[in-house]
């Protein structure tokens, strides 16, 4: 999150292809749009967990979502399950349309449960002046932070 000011030098860099500079760029906006999608996402899930309880009692002021909840599989689902056939076009052809799907819908949820409780963890961190971290030890450094040599 704290990263996110470097986009700019991000785009402009010229030794690194453009793909590159979109995957990055998507990677340092994960965490804001991840706070935006909380709020985006869980409105719709909680009418529709409304409407599934009352069926025919939405109210009025309350539009009906399209499709018994296609918006919300359209916005929220969508974008996630479409990486594993595009992960698996790239990297694993092999693996087949069902296991890429497969792997897509597994990345939702992986998104869902980690990266939503970790960007409200870290805005917080932020907005209580908490802005270091310290750097988890590898197994391969020594206690002092120098790496160790296999013999």
């Given at each position: 999150?704290?990263?996110?000011?470097?986009?700019?030098?991000?785009?402009?860099?010229?030794?690194r292809?453009?793909?590159?500079?979109?995957?990055?760029?998507?990677?340092?906006?994960a965490?804001w749009?991840q706070?935006?999608?909380?709020f985006a996402?869980?409105a719709?899930?909680?009418?529709?967990?409304?409407?599934?309880?009352?069926?025919?009692?939405?109210?009025?002021?309350v539009?009906?979502?399209?499709?018994?909840g296609?918006?919300?599989?359209?916005l929220?689902?969508?974008p996630?399950?479409?990486?594993?056939?595009?992960?698996?076009?790239?990297?694993?052809?092999?693996?087949g349309?069902?296991?890429?799907?497969?792997?897509?819908?597994t990345?939702?949820?992986?998104i869902?449960?980690?990266?939503?409780?970790?960007?409200?963890?870290?805005?917080f961190?932020?907005?209580?002046?908490?802005?270091?971290?310290?750097?988890?030890?590898?197994?391969?450094e020594?206690?002092?932070?120098?790496?160790?040599?296999?013999t």
């Open positions: 999150m704290q990263c996110c000011r470097y986009r700019p030098r991000l785009w402009n860099c010229r030794h292809p453009k793909a590159g500079k979109l995957e990055v760029g998507y990677f340092l906006l965490p749009i706070l935006f999608g909380t996402f869980l719709p899930l909680g009418i529709l967990a409304c409407d599934a309880a009352n069926p025919g009692a939405s109210p009025a002021a539009p009906a979502w399209p499709t018994g296609g918006l919300y599989l359209l929220g689902i969508t996630l399950a479409t990486w594993g056939p595009l992960y698996v076009s790239r990297c694993e052809p092999a693996t349309l069902r296991g890429a799907i497969g792997y897509g819908l990345y939702a949820v992986y869902v449960v980690l990266f939503y409780v970790t960007s409200w963890r870290a805005l961190r932020i907005l209580r002046g908490r802005t270091t971290w310290s750097k988890t030890r590898r197994n391969a020594t206690h002092q932070g120098t790496a160790a040599v296999e």
